[in-house]
C-alpha cells in the first residue's frame, strides 16, 4: 500500500432483499449504503451489480479527495 495515500477498499454485501455496499479505510468501515444514495425514500440497491457500480463512484470520488456524497445526477448517469 502506499503510506501517503489512504487505501480504500469496496465491499458488497447481502442484506435480506437487497444488496449494500460498505467502504474501508485501511480495513476499518466509513461508510455504509444500505439504501440507494439520492434517492427519496429506502429503496435497496435490488442487484448486487448496482450496489457494486455505486459503491465504485463513491470510491473514485473519495480516492480523488472529492466528497463521496452522491447526487441525483450521480445516480442518473449510473441507472440510465
Given amino acids: 500500500m502506499n503510506a501517503t495515500k489512504p487505501g480504500y477498499e469496496l465491499e458488497i454485501l ?4 437487497g444488496w449494500a455496499y460498505m467502504v474501508l479505510l485501511e480495513e476499518t468501515p466509513v461508510i455504509y449504503q444500505k439504501y440507494m444514495p439520492a434517492i427519496e ?3 435497496v440497491f435490488n ?34
Fill in 14 to 17: 447481502q442484506e435480506g432483499d
Fill in 41 to 43: 425514500g429506502n429503496k
Fill in 47 to 80: 442487484t448486487k451489480r448496482a450496489a457494486k457500480i455505486t459503491g465504485k463512484m463513491v470510491l473514485k470520488k473519495l480516492r480523488n479527495n472529492n466528497s463521496p456524497c452522491l447526487t441525483k445526477s450521480d445516480i442518473s448517469r449510473i441507472y440510465n
